[in-house]
């Protein structure tokens, strides 16, 4: 689920409690973001690091343009990775994380310098292209056996 904290800016009582990411959608990928919430300034306890969780080859990206899904730098990282760099809202973060072959989560970085932290899921999609056989029997067969497979 992508958590409403994770779509506008938001400070209530002097804490940063929303930031605004962006889900650069890659055609035809492999890996979609199904999870991704902002820890914040409270619960990340002056921790700065991006929690995630994919089957694929995670990459810190930089810089981060609305709209970008490949990148002038791209980093191979782990599970758990070290956000240091900040901005002032209303810009947003210049730091995205992509997997291979997969979507982009990008605006990431410290709002305002403040200590926060994101949890982010790539999972793999199931995609299902038919052949293009030549008789008419067969190619409906297929579609079929396409159609079947989105009940998967």
């Known amino acids: 689920m992508i958590e409403e904290n994770t779509k506008q800016f938001k400070m209530e009582e002097g804490k940063v409690t929303g930031v605004e990411l962006f889900i650069e959608k890659v055609p035809n990928s492999i890996y979609k973001i199904t999870e991704l919430s902002l820890i914040d300034e409270t619960e990340a306890k002056g921790r700065t690091i991006a929690f995630c969780e994919s089957p694929s080859q995670l990459f810190l990206c930089y810089p981060y343009r609305k709209g970008r899904t490949s990148f002038e730098n791209e980093i191979p990282v782990g599970k758990e990775i070290v956000i240091s760099n900040y901005y002032n809202p209303p810009d947003y973060g210049w730091l995205a994380i992509k997997t291979e072959e997969g979507d982009v989560i990008g605006g ?9 932290s994101f949890n982010v899921k790539f999972e793999r999609q199931h995609i299902v292209s038919p052949p293009q056989p030549s008789d008419l029997e067969t190619r409906i067969k297929n579609i079929e056996d396409w159609i079947n497979g989105f009940s998967l």
């Not at 990431?108 to 926060?116: A, C, K």
């Open 108 to 116: 990431l970085g410290l709002p305002y310098n403040r200590h926060v």
